[in-house]
C-alpha cells in the first residue's frame, strides 16, 4: 500500500469509520505499523474526531 | 506530502532481524519491538474499540502474546513481522469486542497488565494538542470538522450545509489535519 494511496484516496478517514472492507482494514494497519508519517496522520484525525465529538453540543448551539 | 517533517520509520531496524534477535533470546530485541511498535497498535486498537483505556490494556495483551510467540519461533517467516504484529492485535481486539457484547456487564480482566505510562503520557500530550488547536480554529473550521470527521458527512455534503464551495471546504479541512499531523510528527521525534 502506497502513502499516495492513502493520501489521495482518503482511506485514513474511512479506516477511522469503519467503512474499509476486511482485507484492506488488514492492508491498511500493517502500513499504518510500518510508516510514521501515516501513523501520525491517522492519529491526527482520530484525536480530532474524540475532542470533537466531546465539543458536538457547544459546536452546535453556537451555531 | 510535501513539507512534513521526515520521520524515522515505526520499525527500527529489518523484521527479519528484530525477530531473530528475540528468538536468539535478546532482551533488548523485546524492548526494540514494544518501542516499534507500540504506538500503532494503541492507535488500531482505539479505532476498533473506541475506548483508549480498554486499549491501553489490550496493547499490553498485544505484546505478551506476540513476545511469546516470538520467543518460541512461532513466526516462521520471520519478514513478516508487521503483519504478524498486526495479525495478533485484530485476534485479540475482536476476541476482546465478542467478550464485551456477549456480557456487557463483564469487565475483562486486563487490569493486570500494567501500561506503559511514558506512552500513556505522550497520548495525553497529543490530545492536549489537538485541544488547544481546536480553540485556535475559526467556528466554520470547527464546524466543516465536525460535520466531515464526527458526522460523516461528504465534503460536497458540508459546503452545502455551510454554503461554502467544495474546494473551500477541501482546503480548510485539509490544513487542519496537515498542521496537526506535523506536530504530532515533531512530537513523536523528540
Known amino acids: 500500500m502506497e502513502c499516495q494511496e492513502l493520501h489521495q484516496g482518503e482511506l485514513a478517514e474511512k479506516y477511522l469509520n469503519g467503512q474499509l472492507d476486511p482485507a484492506t ?9 510500518e510508516c510514521a508519517r501515516c501513523l501520525n496522520r491517522v492519529e491526527a484525525m482520530q484525536t480530532l474526531r474524540e475532542e470533537l465529538s466531546r465539543r458536538t453540543h457547544q459546536i452546535r ?3 | 506530502m510535501p513539507g512534513e517533517p521526515i520521520v524515522a520509520p515505526a520499525t527500527i531496524q529489518p523484521e527479519g532481524t528484530l525477530a531473530q534477535r528475540i528468538l536468539a533470546g535478546d532482551p533488548s530485541a523485546e524492548e526494540d519491538l514494544v518501542n516499534a511498535y507500540s504506538r ?10 473506541r475506548d483508549r483505556d480498554a486499549a491501553r490494556d489490550l496493547v499490553q495483551e498485544v505484546f ?8 518460541k519461533g512461532q513466526l516462521r517467516e520471520s519478514d513478516k513481522l ?3 504484529v498486526q495479525g495478533t492485535a485484530r485476534n485479540l ?3 476482546y469486542l465478542r467478550a464485551r457484547a456477549n456480557c456487557a456487564e463483564c469487565e475483562l480482566d486486563l487490569e493486570a497488565y500494567g501500561s506503559d505510562p511514558v506512552e500513556e503520557l505522550e497520548s495525553l500530550e497529543r490530545q492536549r494538542l489537538v485541544r488547544r488547536e481546536l480553540e485556535t480554529l475559526s467556528f466554520t473550521d470547527q464546524q466543516i470538522l465536525l460535520l466531515s470527521l464526527v458526522d460523516g458527512h461528504s465534503l460536497t455534503e458540508v459546503a452545502q450545509k455551510l454554503n461554502l464551495s467544495h474546494d473551500a471546504v477541501r ?3 485539509s490544513r487542519v489535519v496537515r498542521k496537526i499531523t506535523k506536530k504530532f510528527a515533531r512530537m513523536s521525534q523528540k
Open chain 1, 25 to 33: 482494514q488488514d492492508d491498511f494497519e500493517v502500513h499504518i505499523l
Open chain 2, 93 to 95: 481486539i475482536n476476541n
Open chain 2, 40 to 49: 500503532g497498535v494503541f492507535v488500531i486498537a482505539v479505532a476498533r474499540i
Open chain 2, 64 to 71: 505478551i502474546a506476540v513476545l511469546k510467540a516470538l520467543r
Open chain 2, 82 to 84: 508487521t503483519a504478524f
Open chain 2, 171 to 173: 482546503a480548510r479541512k
Open chain 1, 61 to 63: 448551539n453556537t451555531s
